[in-house]
């Protein structure tokens, strides 16, 4: 009896999960590694630290999903290197041998070498950062009421917001509703009125990837928000109670927030192979590594140009990067061959606040409430786990009429400073 090949799925982000789906039940050994043991839907990870959704709603176990894949089992465990030669992977829990791997570990933030921001800047990659930054922010406006200094009352209340992506965008907006709507009934004795939210952008557009008009909507909305947004700026230095310009300008501010880039995840830099920008890792046109037909890279660690520009790191890439991956798996195991992977762009979006959002996509550009729907009603479909999606529509209706958000709590306290 001829043993089933086994194919390890490193990485249980948006590739990851999409692969194993299109593998399981199909007569092969499926193994997923994480060292987390849930799936983290990190678009709404913002919606975590702003205290509007709980952050068990936008995870799903891993070991619950892979109960209904027949021939998938989990493993809990950090990938720590891989070895080409040998076909196997190492991981903390030991050697775990594959016939086929795909790797899709992911990112992390790119500081781009600046140490001192990246010392006090605040990221939102895992699940606990942000009920870290829900803590923080939250904890900033206990220390306000207290504080008798106007000028550090200010400071405390000063949010500033680096890089001017859907994730800068959309908290940006989330942020100053929870001050305005939220917060200012929670502390009476506040002028919540004097807190800041300052976007700061390196080039002269927000949302550099969607129309022009979209990106002017965008603007004017914030600024009607409230928020100060500052374009062809840099912020080059940092401390616990100020932040620095490229100009020299020094805001003072407690809370420093970075979407300002992403490079390939630490395993990358481990990995026997040659590297782009970002730490991303080339791959041939089926995303096999070179040299390495049994190994698939996928999700923002692949590096893959197509009309001459390299893909995003972006979610539906990886999601598409997946799914190519376990069906160019399926096809080798019958003697088959796929035509390279090409990525469809279906459009992007980003929601600036209640009511406000902007789309560009199935050919056509919404703005407003009806882009707004559009974003609400997709991010529920790609939510995984049927509870999930109520929990989270259910904040989001609760939000709507009411102007509530329901976690406005701090599960740990802080010490003065972020280290």
Known sequence: MTKNKRVVIAGMGFGGIRAARVLAGRGLDVVLVDRNNYHLFQPLLYQVATAGLEQESIAHSVRAMARSWSGTRFHLAEVAGVNFISHEIQTDNGLLPYDYLVIGAGSVTNFFGLESVK?????????????????????????????????RKRALMTFVIVGGGPTGVEFAGALIELVHFVLAKDYPDLNTGA?????????????????????TYTLKKLRSMSVEV??????????????????????????????????????????????????????????????????????????????????PMIAPVAMQMGIYSGRAILSKERGTTLPPFCYHDKGSMATIGRNAAVAS?????????????????????????????????????????FHERQVRLITKREGQSHE
Do not use: C
């Not at 006090?120 to 207290?146: G, M, P, W, Y």
């Not at 300052?198 to 557009?205: F, G, I, N, P, S």
């Open 361 to 401: 996509a199935f050919g056509m550009d919404f703005r407003g409430y009806l882009a707004w729907l559009v974003w609400l009603l997709l991010h529920l479909y790609y939510l995984i786990g049927f509870r999930n999606r109520i929990v989270v529509m259910l904040n989001w209706v609760w939000y709507y009429w």
């Open 230 to 311: 500052l374009l062809n700026a840099r912020v080059v230095d940092a401390g616990p109670e100020r932040v620095v310009l490229h100009d020299g300008t020094v805001i003072p501010a407690h809370t420093l927030f970075w979407s300002a880039g992403v490079k390939a995840a630490a395993l990358s830099d481990v990995l026997d192979a040659p590297h782009k920008a970002g730490g991303r890792i080339p791959v041939e046109p089926d995303l096999t590594l070179p040299g390495h037909p049994d190994v698939y890279v996928i999700g923002d660690m692949a590096y893959l140009e197509q009309d001459g520009a390299a893909l």
């Open 119 to 151: 010392r006090h800047a605040f990221d939102l990659k895992e699940l606990a950062d942000a009920e870290i930054l829900r803590n923080h922010i939250l904890t900033a406006f206990e220390r306000a009421v207290i504080e008798p200094d106007p000028a």
């Open 195 to 215: 807190a800041r939210v300052v976007l700061v952008e390196a080039t002269d557009k927000l949302l550099a990837s969607m129309p022009e008009k979209l990106r």
